[in-house]
């Protein structure tokens, strides 16, 4: 059962770059990068959920962190966000991209708790910052979203990185006075 709902998320995640659907995506920045970019990262994640757990290595750990702050960062980009608008190929690389980086968090966070500590933290950092510069921006800096939209999606990548700064707080509470 697992399996199905991983292959319809999937599904869902990637529906909107299908052309009868691609309107969402040109219509509105926030669909773009606060749905289905996330979207994309969740399905990679379920799908290499279900695998066994692994004993990762530093190195393995590393080079999967660096693969997801790099993808991550590509991906906020004003100019990466245009392109995959306008060019069917690029949307394409955003999908396989976005899908892998999820199915490396799996990876990722079983090395070194200090490493994921730094990368989240990282990540997290990047969001808000990130999100602080769309939404402060005067000028348009995606060419295909208005400025209104730009700033809105400004405003929920922050309060994204808010709500999963939230959640890692959680979870490191939670793994340090119940560790079973």
């Not at 669909?31 to 990262?41: E, G, R």
């Not at 955003?94 to 968090?105: A, E, V």
């Not at 999100?131 to 295909?144: A, M, V």
């Amino acid at each position: 059962m697992k399996v199905y709902a991983s292959v319809l998320f999937i599904i869902a995640a990637i529906a909107p770059s299908l052309p009868p659907f691609k309107f969402l995506l040109a219509s509105s920045m926030v669909t773009h990068m606060l749905i289905q970019i996330p979207a994309l990262v969740l399905a990679g994640y379920w799908l290499n959920a279900a695998s066994k757990p692994v004993n990762t290595s530093l190195l393995l750990s590393l080079s999967c962190w660096l693969w997801i702050l790099l993808a991550s960062m590509f991906w906020m980009l004003p100019i990466s966000v245009d392109k995959a608008l306008i060019d069917a190929n690029w949307d394409i690389f955003k999908i396989i991209t976005l899908l892998l980086s999820g199915m490396l968090l799996k990876p990722a966070f079983a090395g070194p708790k200090i490493l994921s500590l730094f990368f989240a933290g990282s990540s997290l950092m990047m969001l808000f910052s990130v999100g602080h510069f769309y939404q402060d921006s005067e000028s348009r800096l995606c060419n295909s979203y208005l400025l209104a939209s730009q700033q809105t999606t400004g405003l929920g990548l922050m309060l994204l990185a808010a709500a999963l700064l939230l959640f890692a707080l959680y979870k490191i509470r939670h793994d340090i006075f119940e560790p079973n």
